[in-house]
């Protein structure tokens, strides 16, 4: 009985409507609506499935067009295609593996792996990115808080050389204290030697008398 | 290999099944199965569904109107609760058949 406890549709078979599962599904066919697994949901090369999967795990070797979350793995297999040019998909998962084709957004709370057959079209969410060479990415990449950088002191033209260092100083110091914990290690921010002697204010007191000498001569 | 559908016990259906596959049906599916091939209705399956195949063979349970169009068989532990229309009908020893039969397809 154990070998019975799959679920597979068949190549020229269409499926309009919701399924729950919680065993192996393999889509050779079509399914349009909603897939709701504890399980694996393979969507194999012929097949297609439009609108939402929730599973374990998800496979697309076919085509997928929609929502997905998969509590662990999303793979799109080489020759795959996830979202179209009119629809961008949605993906969420621990782990984004893309060798296939990909338009949309994905959001992978670990990892996104993007193999040598991969493209992707669209904005990649992710704490860890890895590339292949030969990968092709058009699109945003925003990994973790990192995509909207703190604020680094810009030195303007007129800020004063003291105030500076000590932001400079202060951000460094930040930087390796929280990235410690990642095993990352925190990258040296690049402290600029002012090549150009900094620009310095007239003293005030000169323009002032600047000033009144000017409005004696009127 | 996949040449045909086949719903294990772990899944439900809710809605339309269509094609030319041979379906099998061994978990739970509500709704429609329309299909121009064989509908096998496997022991541990519950189908509440308007059932219409070219063959139908039932040894779960349907609970649904039933049109074989070549074939109807009811074999043992096969529950039919529904009218079954076909051109013919097998009904083994231990089938259980609630519902009227139309064997006279030619006036649809």
């Known amino acids: 009985m154990q070998d019975e406890q799959f679920t597979e549709i068949g190549p020229r078979t269409l499926v309009k409507g919701d399924i729950e599962s919680n065993e192996v599904l393999a889509v050779f066919g079509q399914v349009e609506g909603k897939i709701l697994s504890n399980s694996s949901v393979s969507i194999e090369e012929g097949g297609f499935v439009t609108s939402v999967i929730e599973a374990e795990t998800i496979i697309v070797a076919g085509e997928f067009q929609g929502e997905a979350i998969a509590a662990d793995q999303f793979e799109i297999s080489a020759g795959g295609l996830v979202g179209s040019l009119d629809q961008d998909a949605s993906i969420q998962a621990a782990r984004i593996i893309i060798a296939g084709d990909f338009i949309g957004e994905a959001t992978a709370s670990e990892i996104i792996e993007i193999a040598s057959t991969g493209r992707v079209l669209g904005t990649l969410n992710t704490p860890r990115l890895v590339m292949e060479d030969g990968a092709l990415v058009d699109g945003d990449v925003l990994m973790d808080g990192l995509s909207k950088p703190e604020p680094v002191a810009q030195p303007t033209r007129t800020s004063r050389t003291t105030t500076q260092t000590q932001t400079r100083r202060g951000f460094t110091r930040k930087e390796t204290t929280t990235k410690t914990g990642s095993g990352r290690t925190a990258v040296p921010v690049p402290i600029r030697k002012p090549a150009r002697p900094v620009y310095e204010p007239e003293p005030v007191s000169e323009v002032i008398e600047q000033q009144e000498t000017d409005d004696t001569e009127e | ?108």
């Not at chain 2, 096969?78 to 609630?98: E, Q």
């Open chain 2, 1 to 108: 290999m996949a040449d045909a559908s086949i719903f294990g016990p772990g899944t439900v259906v809710k809605g339309e099944i269509n094609g030319e596959d041979r379906v099998f049906v061994r978990g739970k599916v509500v709704g429609t199965i329309d299909i121009d091939s064989a509908a096998v209705v496997e022991p541990s399956a519950f189908v509440k569904a308007k059932v219409s195949a070219k063959e139908v063979e039932i040894s779960g349970t349907v609970e649904g109107h039933i049109t074989g169009f070549s074939k109807v068989e009811i074999l043992p532990g096969g529950r039919v609760v529904g009218n079954v229309k076909t051109a013919r009908i097998l009904i083994s020893d231990g089938a259980v058949l609630k519902g009227l039969v139309d064997m006279d397809l030619g006036e649809g």
